[in-house]
């Protein structure tokens, strides 16, 4: 009798402890940032494979982030390979004085654009909009902005008047992006779950996560924004804040 009551209570403290740990088990948090401003942004330039070094407000508004992620104790750090994310990651990691090396995933690259790769933004954005219907790429950028229009639609547009084949429609992008976050949250998890920096793009974040949002985006990324993305133990993305720039902001009072 002694015995079967020994067995019963190992058992019922098995399955509370499974139980519990189930319960408390820790979620990913993503915090999912676009590069530092390049010089391509500041001459309006298109810049999706194509790279250019951040300039200095670039590095500047990163060093900011590192410091308002000072709080933030990061147990992984991810980027794009592209110059501008990786530079960003790195920079913010020294900002905030973690030392940790930065995972590079061509997956977490921005939109690719073809043949207008380092053209004016106009020469593309231009026919995108007439292709949609729109007089000019003013128009286009205000629904755009007012979130009249949504990103997927732009992108597949973009794809569709662009003649080398070359650039990427939003169900590509999406795919990656979403497969590249998919595989950093378990790598996490399977460590015991944590905060992770993940350096990306602007184009490239919004179109990961536009499915996942009740509302439309309204306008492209910041510079240095983040966006939070809580990974839960049941495998699930809840996008907690996008293009956050909270944490820059913090970081800019530090330095007063």
């Not at 915090?31 to 999706?48: D, I, S």
């Not at 061509?106 to 004016?120: H, P, Q, S």
């Not at 205000?142 to 429609?169: H, P, Q, T, W, Y």
Request: glycine share 10%.
């Amino acid at each position: 009798m002694k015995i079967k009551k020994f067995i019963k209570l190992v058992s019922l403290s098995v399955i509370l402890s499974a139980s519990i740990a189930q319960t408390f088990a820790a979620d990913v948090n993503l915090y999912v940032t676009r590069h530092g401003k390049t010089m391509f942004n500041n001459v309006h330039r298109a810049q999706g494979w194509s790279d250019t070094p951040l300039t200095k407000p670039g590095i500047e508004v990163a060093e900011q982030l590192g410091r308002g992620l000072k709080d933030v104790n990061f147990i992984a750090a991810y980027s794009s390979d592209l110059g501008r994310a990786r530079q960003t990651a790195r920079i913010v990691l020294d900002s905030k004085g973690q030392s940790l090396p930065v995972n590079e995933m061509e997956a977490l690259r921005e939109t690719c654009f073809g043949e207008y790769e380092g053209d004016l933004d106009p020469n593309m954005w231009g026919p995108a909009g007439k292709h949609l219907g729109y007089p000019s790429h003013k128009e286009l950028m205000e629904d755009f902005g007012k979130g009249k229009i949504r990103l997927n639609k732009i992108m597949d547009a973009i794809a569709a008047v662009e003649k080398s084949g070359e650039a990427e429609d939003y169900k590509k992008v999406k795919t990656r992006m979403q497969t590249a976050l998919k595989v950093i949250a378990e790598s996490a998890k399977a460590n015991g779950g944590g905060d992770v920096l993940v350096v990306s793009h602007g184009m490239a974040i919004t179109a990961m996560v536009e499915e996942w949002l009740d509302t439309p985006v309204k306008g492209g990324l910041g510079n240095a924004s983040v966006t939070k993305i809580r990974y839960t133990d049941d495998g699930k993305f809840i996008v907690e804040s996008l293009g956050d720039m909270s944490y820059v902001e913090k970081g800019k009072a530090l330095d007063k």
